[in-house]
């Protein structure tokens, strides 16, 4: 990841092409349908004659090439001034245009023989309505990651965009921890349950064994799918951070490169499940606010789900969520005690808190699940009360973030206390959206030209930071509280 | 609006269930069944009844407040700045009785703000200043 971003901008109006060697790395993908249409097939014609086909593999391979190579022949892309164009299609053109500014986040994805080519596929997201994400596939290594930096240096003054290659290490999981971890999943615990139930039961009665395993066959393959898609797809993880949000690298055979940032997090989930608690570990997932593709029903806004650490310790947790939200810690209190007849089994952990800026609640079950929800991005405050919590005199409160199943609940607070709730957390919503909202016109570095002031801090690491003169102060506040901390991270 | 479709279905529900028990079992199992079916209307219909006689809403400075539900009761307040778009739909059967439903989309998908049964009027007047006021006080992600 080198060269000034500056540079790499080609001049507008000169056509370029994706990597010569995309239509091989393009066969890539089709590998494991190949893989497993020959299992099958040799299964199958051993059974039939004895003798095993591949022409049609070959065939298919080649056909699936002469594709690659038309689609590699009719793909082009340019800069038009602040817009990325993208134009693919043979039988149907496809011609897109990305402005710059609404770029959201860039994902490098590497798929092993990409890898071994030497070549990786840029993947960018844009924030708004429209739901046109453009993919070039692919490019050179240096190649994409010069492209990011460009891609994502409006966001962010040049300065922090050039050092964000050196940002500090945030988190990190180290692959004896990870192979732990999903070892002490639910998932994994049932599947060696099930095996060693076939293996034993197949030493007294072969037939039903057997017939059992054919009838489970299914199941045992898409479990073991899921274990292996957790051990590869988080293999190597590694967080780090940079001026325009965390960026991730993690993956076996695949590596992907995303970025999560600062201002797009609606909700910080920690959950810890009950076989990792004895080792203190949790899980932390960050819902982000991505592109938005508009499904039939209108919804608006996509939200998605992501690992920000697969497995680690209550420091690494708190050390990103420190980042992340600043920190926040309100005072959690606990429901009155008569919930415990409304909800037995998770009474033990119900609590639920708020201060200025965020709402916090602890619930689940088995699992343990802590929400951070910044009280800036609440879509909606809502009270619910049910048959039983209202003979108790119980209600809970939500605080829903964009996404399906992002909120924050107070579960199962008094009746006058959720009725507080709702106003103070209305009126607390509202100030922090006003607080946003005033500080609207970021000043996106290379312009430099907005007028001085205190604005979000492009960092994520306090409330606000003070622009002055074209560049960001050591000045911060948090909270209405002055400090100081240097605008850019890392050495 | 509601128990208007609530009658219809019953009184057909009855017939049909009526009809079938006549075909089936002679003339007495078929009128105990149509009784059965229409007194399981008449019940619905009080619920439903209920129900719309529960639901509430408010418009204030900067949100709106909806409150439905008699056995679960609920109490959504939405901003207006949070607002993606704002839906009115007719059904068939609004139609017959002039009423629309006024629903309120937000990026959330569980917010659930929805305003039943409006006469056309006040639900246009509704759209008009529920769109004008999220115009006006739009907030980002």
């Known amino acids: 990841m080198t060269g000034a971003p500056g540079e790499s901008a080609p001049p507008e109006g000169e056509w370029l092409r994706l990597h010569p060697l995309t239509p091989i790395a393009r066969i890539g993908r089709l590998v494991p349908a190949l893989v497993l249409l020959f299992l099958v097939s040799t299964v199958h014609s051993k059974a039939e004659n004895g003798r095993v086909e591949t022409d049609y593999l070959i065939a298919f391979t080649l056909l699936s090439a002469v594709y690659g190579y038309i689609h590699w022949m009719v793909t082009r892309w340019r800069f038009e001034g602040d817009t990325l164009r993208i134009e693919t299609g043979f039988i149907r053109k496809d011609s897109r245009r990305l402005p710059l500014a609404r770029v959201q986040a860039v994902d490098i994805v590497r798929p092993l023989l990409a890898r071994l080519l030497g070549v990786s596929e840029l993947r960018i997201r844009l924030a708004g309505s429209g739901g046109t994400d453009g993919k070039l596939a692919y490019l050179s290594e240096a190649q994409a990651a010069e492209l990011r930096l460009v891609l994502l240096a409006g966001h962010i003054d040049s300065e922090a965009a050039t050092s964000s290659n050196t940002g500090l290490p945030m988190a990190s999981v180290d692959t004896a921890r990870l192979l732990a971890s999903v070892f002490l999943s639910l998932v994994t615990i049932v599947v060696i349950c099930t095996v060693a139930t076939l293996a034993v039961l197949d030493q007294f009665e072969p037939k039903t064994a057997a017939a059992v395993a054919g009838f489970l066959a299914v199941y045992l393959l898409s479990a073991a799918g899921v274990i292996w898609r957790r051990l590869s797809g988080q293999y190597n993880f590694i967080a780090v951070e940079a001026a325009e949000g965390v960026r991730i690298r993690r993956g076996l055979l695949q590596t992907i490169s995303e970025t999560v940032p600062y201002g797009r997090i609606q909700a910080v989930r920690q959950v810890e499940p009950l076989l990792w608690r004895p080792f203190g570990w949790c899980r932390l997932e960050v819902d982000v606010a991505g592109a938005t593709a508009r499904n039939q029903r209108g919804e608006g806004t996509s939200v998605v789900r992501k690992a920000l650490l697969p497995v680690g310790s209550q420091q690494d947790a708190w050390h990103l969520l420190a980042r992340l939200l600043g920190a926040p810690d309100p005072v959690r209190t606990a429901p009155p005690g008569r919930a415990r007849l409304k909800a037995p089994l998770s009474f033990h952990f119900l609590s639920a808190g708020h201060d200025g800026a965020h709402a916090v609640c602890v619930t689940g079950r088995l699992n343990r699940a802590t929400t951070w929800v910044p009280l800036e991005k609440s879509q909606s405050i809502r009270r619910v009360q049910g048959p039983l919590q209202r003979t108790l005199g119980l209600a809970t409160v939500h605080v829903d973030v964009a996404g399906k199943r992002s909120r924050a609940e107070f579960r199962d607070r008094e009746a006058a206390e959720a009725d507080q709730l709702v106003a103070e957390l209305t009126a607390l919503s509202r100030s922090a959206r006003q607080r946003g909202r005033r500080a609207t016109p970021v000043p996106s570095g290379a312009g430099g030209d907005a007028p001085s002031g205190w604005y979000p801090d492009p960092a994520g690491r306090h409330e606000q930071r003070y622009w002055h003169d074209g560049r960001w102060t050591e000045h911060v506040a948090d909270g209405g509280r002055r400090s100081a901390d240097a605008p850019t991270p890392g050495p | ?141």
Do not use: C
Request: hydrophobic share 55%; aromatic share 8%.
């Open chain 2, 1 to 141: 609006m509601r128990r208007a479709e609530v009658a219809v279905l019953s009184v057909l529900l009855a017939a049909m269930f009526g009809l079938i028990f006549w075909a089936a079992g002679g003339a007495l199992p078929g009128v105990i069944s149509a009784v059965v079916v229409l007194a399981l209307g008449v019940l619905s219909a009080w619920f439903v009844r209920r129900r719309f006689g529960a639901w509430r809403y408010q418009e204030r400075n900067e949100d709106l407040i909806v409150a439905r539900g008699v056995m679960v009761q609920r109490l959504s307040v939405v901003p207006y700045g949070r607002m993606q778009f704002v839906e009115v739909t007719a059904g068939p059967i609004e139609r017959l009785f002039q009423l629309s439903t006024v629903k309120l989309h937000t990026a959330a998908a569980a917010s659930d703000a929805r305003i039943p049964g409006l006469e056309r009027d006040e639900a246009a007047r509704l759209r008009d200043r529920l769109t004008e006021l999220g115009e006006s006080m739009a907030a980002g992600m």
